[in-house]
Antibody, heavy 113, light 112 residues
Framework: QVQLKESGPVLVQASETLSLTCTVSGFSLTNYGVIWVRQPPGKGLEWMGIIWRNGNTDYNSALKSRLSINRDTSKSQVFLKMNSLQTDDTAIYYC???????WGQGVMVTVSS | DVVMTQTPVSLSVAIGQPASISCKSSQSLVGTSGKTYLNWLLQRPGQSPKRLIYLVSKLDSGIPDRFSGSGSETDFTLKISRVEADDLGVYYCLQGTHFPLTFGSGTKLEIK
């Protein structure tokens, strides 16, 4: 059974770095990519970036200077790090598999000034 | 970036009646493989998005055939033949052909 679950701090101070983990099960990170998507409260969805099955990454150009995505295949975990946080980075952060209808439950992150 | 324009912004439909949502892209979504990477997702209140349709018209497993997708190039439509109470939420189109992937702004379906 394919599952993805996001974890990380729910409150981060402005100007600090956000670190989130997506732990997957039911598939291997060497066979599928993982995408990060975020959704500010009451707003739409924004594609942030992807780590492909081969470990390569692609990022939304709007976030590229602040964002990095990495993984630990042995632990089935994908990591998102985004620095220089501002209050408009407050959002639900989701991870989703690049193929198939699989999404995590999301984690709500609030950036406090 | 490819802009995905969804209409209407909101929709109020009685149970048993049809519904239709449009999504237009600023560029053709036909990829180099010849495939068109256009998805439809539903986000029910308080839940994660759920993919309903991929490659324009292919239903995901477990999605009732009341849902259908159609279109080509830059013009796409999601249709619900008979709306049920469980269909309420926000529908998004998502293009996966060009990077960065981009979503439509969403259509909120309410039950009349």
């Amino acid at each position: 059974q394919v599952q993805l679950k996001e974890s990380g701090p729910v409150l981060v101070q402005a100007s600090e770095t956000l670190s989130l983990t997506c732990t997957v099960s039911g598939f291997s990170l060497t066979n599928y990519g993982v995408i990060w998507v975020r959704q500010p409260p009451g707003k739409g969805l924004e594609w942030m970036g992807i780590i492909w099955r081969n470990g390569n990454t692609d990022y939304n150009s709007a976030l590229k200077s602040r964002l990095s995505i990495n993984r630990d295949t042995s632990k089935s975990q994908v990591f998102l790090k985004m620095n220089s946080l501002q209050t408009d980075d407050t959002a639900i952060y989701y991870c989703t598999r690049d193929e198939g209808p699989y999404w995590g439950q999301g984690v709500m992150v609030t950036v406090s000034s | 970036d490819v802009v995905m324009t969804q209409t209407p912004v909101s929709l109020s439909v009685a149970i048993g009646q049809p519904a239709s949502i449009s999504c237009k892209s600023s560029q053709s979504l036909v990829g180099t493989s010849g495939k068109t990477y256009l998805n439809w997702l539903l986000q029910r209140p308080g839940q994660s998005p759920k993919r309903l349709i991929y490659l324009v018209s292919k239903l995901d497993s477990g999605i009732p055939d009341r849902f259908s997708g159609s279109g080509s190039e830059t013009d796409f439509t999601l249709k619900i033949s008979r709306v049920e109470a469980d269909d309420l939420g926000v529908y998004y189109c998502l293009q996966g052909t060009h990077f960065p992937l981009t979503f439509g702004s969403g259509t909120k379906l309410e039950i009349k």
